[in-house]
């Protein structure tokens, strides 16, 4: 079957960097989504990776390494308003988005 | 602004009753979709429509019906709803198929059947 895994809860602190996870069991891969999802909000893109390698936004970067079929999103100088919800989805040989259940990030000052 | 709209954010309905969850996007996006979202669960697709009057199934459409006679709207429609179909709902659209590109989600609709 397939599968997409990330942690289910991650506590930070304010000004520090974390690294939130996502490992997939697909069948093909056409591309990795990451989004923020604030509490009873809207998910909002963040990044998209097709290519190995890390793609950096601002403080945000993802990386992607398609062989170990596994991603990582990089939150910098974290602020009170990262505090979220982060949805890791990927897109399989048949252009099918298969999320994954989301990591919650708890910022604490 | 761009943006998706859903209405309504919040329903409480009885079993049986039937209900539609409007959905408008004005960013004349060729693509639009439904997800629910469980807790411990990720997104689902319940419908998608490519294009106006194309619509097809995504992975959980039981109990579900949907239409695209404009390009703008979306509606979902729950012909008889049971409480298995409480969930938190997402509209979302893209200029193209989502799992190429960006998504853009409404702000859902939290809908409990009683």
């Known amino acids: 079957g397939q599968n997409i895994d990330q942690p289910t809860e991650m506590t930070a602190t304010e000004g520090a960097i974390v690294q939130i996870n996502c490992t997939y069991q697909t069948s093909g891969f056409n591309g990795l989504f990451w989004y923020q999802q604030h509490a009873g909000e809207a998910p909002t893109f963040l990044s998209y990776n097709v290519l190995d390698g890390l793609e950096e936004k601002g403080r945000f970067s993802s990386f992607l390494s398609r062989s170990k079929g596994y991603s990582y999103l990089l939150l910098k100088e974290l602020q009170m308003k990262d505090s979220a919800s982060y949805l890791c989805a990927v897109s399989d040989s048949n252009y099918q988005l298969i999320w994954g259940a989301g990591t919650k990030l708890i910022i604490k000052p | 602004e761009a943006q998706v709209t859903q209405n309504p954010r919040y329903l409480i309905t009885v079993t049986g009753k039937k209900l539609t969850v409007t959905c408008s996007q004005n960013?004349?996006?060729?693509?639009m979709s439904w997800y629910r979202q469980d807790p411990g669960l990720g997104l689902r697709q319940i419908y998608y429509?490519?294009?106006?009057?194309?619509?097809d199934k995504g992975d959980v459409p039981e109990g579900y019906k949907v239409s695209r006679k404009e390009k703008r709207n979306f509606p979902l429609i729950l012909e008889s709803p049971s409480p298995n179909q409480t969930s938190l709902y997402f509209c979302a659209s893209g200029t193209g198929d989502l799992a190429v590109g960006e998504a853009f989600f409404g702000q859902g609709t939290r809908l409990t059947v009683v």
């Open positions: 429509s490519m294009n106006v009057e194309v619509t």
């Open positions: 960013m004349n996006h060729e693509y």
